[in-house]
Nanobody, 118 residues
């Protein structure tokens, strides 16, 4: 079982930037796809970005052009660079992973809070 630990959340002003990190441990080489989702109070969870090994990243329309997902397979770490942040980006951000042979993110970390002030 892979354990995922997010870090890098915090408070930022509108227009600012943050980078989230997700460290995978346990059996990280069994991971195929890594991704990020978020959940704001009273809203459904939204898949923000995902990236397979050597694949083209996928983004939600709400973050295209502002967020960038990347991963360092040697370090078993995924990142989410968030630029031009908006108050509507405020949410708990979760890192997820899919096991080898699957594209379904079914293993999630505990989450990190991102708050964007107006």
């Amino acid at each position: 079982q892979v354990q995922l630990v997010e870090s890098g959340g915090g408070l930022v002003q509108t227009g600012g930037s943050l980078i989230l990190s997700c460290a995978a441990s346990g059996s990280p080489f069994s991971i195929s796809v890594m991704g990020w989702s978020r959940q704001a109070p009273g809203k459904q969870r939204e898949l923000v970005a995902s990236l397979g090994r050597g694949a083209i990243p996928n983004y939600a329309d709400s973050v295209k052009g502002r967020f960038t997902i990347s991963r360092d397979n040697a370090k078993n770490t995924a990142y989410l660079q968030m630029n031009s942040l908006k108050p509507e980006d405020t949410a708990v951000y979760y890192c997820g992973a899919a096991p080898w042979g699957s594209s379904t993110l079914d293993n999630w970390g505990q989450g990190t809070q991102v708050t964007v002030s107006s």
